[in-house]
């Protein structure tokens, strides 16, 4: 288990905590493309790391995002007027464009160049894999993108991404999503039987853990019985610092499905839960059909809070939609979808867990791999200026994960190497169940 001392050490993200800073040294997704769609169209707010901002689509095309607070008299720039390629402060008329420079102050004299010294704190936007990217760290040229497989697709190969807001740390939900040993309890299906996505089914739930330390996090295969000649491996790759590409099931047809966790706040975290297809594309009607029940998403109505469209109906407050009935005949939880199981269960443990009740088995190897592994480059970090893993290296993201039955003789990183290489041309590896 991690100390007090440590875990908050992982787990605060404000500005100029350790943690907060070492992962401003990544890009960061803030929302799907197609949630700012029009030039000069409403601005929106956002809260990333602990920081409240202003993110906009200018005139021009380009996304903006600024600090909510305007650098006159701290007004909200969200009442702004997204305007002729800027926003524009209604209380006084301050207008800055997408770099954060003021570039009109109309309620100070023609001849002043006041506004040629006022800067509103800005963070640089890319966008790539129909997603926005913002990066909040101190490099005045950002490093590049990093080049994760669904970026390089096109998009008739991405499938829509599903968001939701979850209340609690960004940790414990990345631990939940690294602990590969709850999936046959918390998202099984009772008996084979059941509908297939209604939740997965595997006669061993005790599966043996082998762990790769790569250049850009972990790779690590989980084990389980098959047959008596085969085994049946899940092989999952984490990706420095917040995402995991997870096996895919078997009616995703070869998709690779994978989550990023990016930090709100100390106490909640949004999950990004995406899928692409490396070489081929979705029908319009694969995209109308969502996710199915098997990942389970659906929304209170939007609002214009910071991701106010990510709040699932199942909550703390109705048990997360769970069925006594469904649970005591289909599925292991009676709570529908991956999606909110894994919300009920890391929500339950508070906004943010004390780690120094936990009681940790073999089981458990990933999770307390990760963390060493997270300590270790946040103290190269906070103590040397070392920059951690993948920052400038954005070609160490093109991974993929696996879900394979192999013969039992077989070295499954050998057998799975082929199938992890994100490169085009290369076999995908979804042969399990």
């Known amino acids: 288990m991690l100390g007090k001392e440590e875990s908050e050490l992982l787990s605060r993200v404000g500005p100029n905590t350790p943690m907060g800073d070492f992962l401003r040294e990544y890009w960061l997704p803030v929302v799907p493309s197609d949630r700012l769609v029009e030039p000069d169209g409403r601005p929106q707010r956002v809260r990333l790391l602990c920081e409240d901002l202003i993110l906009f689509r200018d005139s ?16 909200s720039l969200f009442f702004g007027r997204n305007e002729e390629a800027g926003l524009r402060c209604v209380y006084h008329g301050w207008k800055y464009d997408v770099s954060g420079r003021c570039v009109d102050m109309p309620n100070e004299p023609p001849e002043s160049n006041f506004k040629d010294k006022v800067r509103q704190t800005a963070y640089p936007c890319q966008e790539a894999g129909g997603i926005v990217w913002t990066y909040m760290g101190p490099r005045s040229t950002p490093p590049a993108l990093p080049q994760f497989e669904m970026n390089l697709v096109p ?13 609690c740390n960004w940790l414990q939900a990345l631990e939940g999503c690294l602990d590969s040993s709850h999936v046959y309890f918390l998202h099984s299906r009772l008996r084979p039987e059941v509908d297939p ?3 997965v089914h595997h006669p061993d739930r005790n599966p ?52 990023m966790w ?14 692409y297809h490396p070489s081929e594309p979705y029908s319009a009607e694969e995209k109308a ?24 109906v199942g909550q703390r407050d109705n048990d997360y939609l769970l069925d006594p009935e469904i649970q005591r005949a289909q599925t292991f939880t009676g709570i529908p979808g991956v999606l909110l199981q894994d919300q009920a269960v890391t929500e339950s443990m508070g906004p943010m867990l004390d780690r120094t009740t ?5 089981a458990d ?13 946040l103290n190269a970090y906070k103590k040397s200026g070392v920059l951690p893993p993948g920052v400038d290296q954005p070609e160490l993201y093109r991974r993929r994960s696996a879900s394979v039955i192999l013969p039992k003789s077989d070295d499954w990183i050998a057998a799975t190497k082929d199938w992890v290489d994100a490169r085009p041309g290369a076999p995908i590896g979804v042969l399990g169940t």
């Open 365 to 377: 190897l990933v999770v307390i791999q990760a963390r060493q592994l997270l300590l270790k480059h």
């Open 208 to 259: 043996h853990f082998e762990i790769v330390p790569t250049d850009w996090g972990l790779m690590y295969g989980a084990r389980r019985e098959q047959d008596a000649e085969h085994y049946y491996w899940r092989v999952t790759q984490y990706l420095f610092p917040y995402t995991l590409l997870f096996p895919s099931l078997v009616f995703w047809k070869g998709a690779i499905p994978g989550h």
């Open 289 to 312: 059909q969502g996710w199915g029940p098997a990942m389970g998403g659906s929304y209170l109505p939007p609002t214009t809070q910071p991701f106010g469209w990510t709040r699932p």
């Open 155 to 167: 998009e008739e190969q991405r499938f829509t991404t599903e968001i939701m807001w979850r209340h």
């Open 60 to 75: 021009d095309g380009r996304p903006g995002l600024l600090a909510n607070n305007c650098a006159h008299r701290g007004a």
């Open 262 to 275: 990016v930090p709100v706040d100390d106490y909640n975290v949004l999950n990004w839960t995406f899928r």
């Open 358 to 362: 936990e009681h940790l088995g073999s």
């Open 197 to 199: 996505e209604l939740g």
